[in-house]
C-alpha cells in the first residue's frame, strides 16, 4: 500500500473532473469503478475509486482517492493497494507505486492549474 496526501486550493469541481479525467486517461486499463459524494453542511467530500491491470504483478491494482472541500480550501488523500501476489505478506510494491507516482504527478499539474 502507498499513499500521498496533501493540501491545497483551488475549485472542487474542476480539481474532482481532472482527476476523474487524468486516471482514466493515464492507462489504457485503468477504470472507474464507483463513487461516493458526501455534503457536510458547506463540507464537500468526493471519494473515487480506481483500477487498473500492473504488468509487473500481473493484476490489477486499485486506487483510492478521496477529495474534501470547504470552499476553495482542498484535501485529497490517494491510497492504493493490490500489488501482490503473496499469500500472507506484500512480495512488491512496484505496481502500487508506479500508480500512485503516476496519480501524484496529474496531481501536481492539477494545482498548479488551481494556483495560475
Do not use: P
Amino acid at each position: 500500500m502507498a499513499k500521498h496526501e496533501r493540501t491545497f486550493t483551488g475549485d472542487f469541481d474542476e480539481v474532482a473532473r481532472a482527476i476523474h479525467r487524468g486516471v482514466l486517461s493515464g492507462s489504457s486499463s485503468a477504470s472507474f469503478e464507483d463513487s461516493s459524494d458526501l455534503n457536510v453542511g458547506d463540507v464537500r467530500c468526493s471519494t473515487m475509486v480506481f483500477e487498473r491491470y500492473s504488468m509487473v504483478g500481473a493484476n490489477r491494482l486499485s486506487l483510492t482517492v478521496t477529495l474534501v472541500g470547504h470552499e476553495r480550501d482542498l484535501g485529497l488523500v490517494a491510497i492504493t493497494s493490490g500489488g501482490s501476489q503473496a499469500i500472507f505478506w506484500k512480495v512488491n510494491s512496484y505496481g502500487e507505486d508506479a500508480f500512485l507516482s503516476q496519480f501524484i504527478r496529474l496531481v501536481d499539474t492539477i494545482v498548479e492549474r488551481q494556483s495560475s
